[in-house]
Structure formats: C-alpha cells, structure tokens
C-alpha cells in the first residue's frame, strides 16, 4: 500500500470511531464527533495530493478512496437521518445513486478502464461533505445543551438540509455524467 492508500484507510478506520461516539450522550461527545468527521475530511484532501505529488497514483487507489468516501458519507448520513436531521428520502437517493455508481465503474473496469473521481463527483463530494458538517454542527449544539438558548441548531440544522438537498442533484447529475464517459468508452474486445 502507498502512503496515500494508508491514509485512506485511516479514514475508513475513522468510521466506527464516529459511530460509537454519536451513539453516546454528553456534552463530552461533541468535541470527539467534531475531531473525527474533521480528521476523516483532512485525510480525503491528503490522500490524493499526496498520491499525486509522490506520482503514486494507481488504479487501486482510483476505486479505494472514492470507496472510503462513500462509505464515511453514507454512514454520517445514516447517523444524521437516525437523529432527525436530515431526511430518510434523500438518504435513499444518495444510496441508489452510490450504488450505481458502484455498477458503472465495475462496467467500465470490464472494458479495462480505472474511473476514478470526475469532476463533478468531486463538486458533489464537497457538497456531501458540507452538509454533513452543518448536521454535525446541529447535533453538537444539541449535545452541549444550548440548542434552547440560541436559534443555532435550527439554523444549522435547515442550512444541513439545504446544501443536503442540493448535493442530491448534484449526485444524480454526476452520475448521468460517469454514465455518459462509459456509453463513450471503447467496446470490450472479446478474445476467442
């Protein structure tokens, strides 16, 4: 594995870290959740400069770290819907839409071509991430018992969703895109 691999996996390790403390209550447990979703989305901007900067880029790497984002994402949205906040139907069309994503590239590795992140899942990416930064942000305000207090939580909690529901279109449409690079990519060439 390559630096930037090993810096992947910090990240999938990150996951049940974040699962078990957010199944906890106390004020403790804001500061924990804050520090690790930070730490996980520093090592998703790490791992491939680094991959690159070092010319460590490979094919294993194209399907690992988009894999670890998916699956970080998807469980920070799973926790947040489990909370109330954000809603369970745009969890389920983020879910197809990772999914077939998933399909789409196995498609395409058929035709022999690695596809890793397009541009457009990169932008739908910062937006995954950013709504999951305000619904954390919700749950922390909650968690230190000031959500009473201040309009904090309901301010972060509607933005969470808003930039949610904007990362929904953005999903659907990049996938429409990795879907348009595999209609163009050559036939698979069958050897008899």
């Known amino acids: 594995m390559t630096l930037a691999d090993k810096i992947t996996t910090v990240r999938l390790m990150l996951v049940p870290v974040f699962c078990v403390i957010y199944f906890f209550d106390g004020t403790w447990t804001a500061p924990m959740l804050l520090a690790v979703f930070v730490i996980a989305e520093i090592t998703d901007l790490l791992d491939g400069k680094i ?5 460590e880029t490979s094919d294993f790497g194209k399907l690992f770290d988009p894999f670890a984002d998916t699956l970080v994402r998807i469980t920070y949205f799973f926790l947040f819907v489990f909370d109330g906040l954000l809603p369970a139907a745009g969890l389920i069309v983020v879910l197809w839409r990772e ?21 457009g899942g990169k932008v739908k990416a910062v937006a995954y991430m950013a709504a999951g930064a305000f619904s954390l942000l919700a749950s922390c305000v909650r968690r ?4 009473a207090d201040f309009p904090l939580y309901d301010v972060f909690r509607w933005t969470g969703i808003g930039i949610f529901l904007v990362s929904i279109v953005l999903a659907v449409t990049s996938f ?3 879907v348009e690079v595999y209609r163009k990519a050559p036939p698979v060439v069958e050897v008899s």
């Open 99 to 119: 999914f077939s994503i998933l399909f789409v590239r196995n498609l395409m590795l058929r035709k022999g071509v690695t596809m890793g992140a397009r541009w």
């Open 176 to 178: 429409f895109d990795y």
């Open 144 to 147: 230190l018992g000031i959500a």
């Open 51 to 55: 991959a690159r900067k070092r010319g």
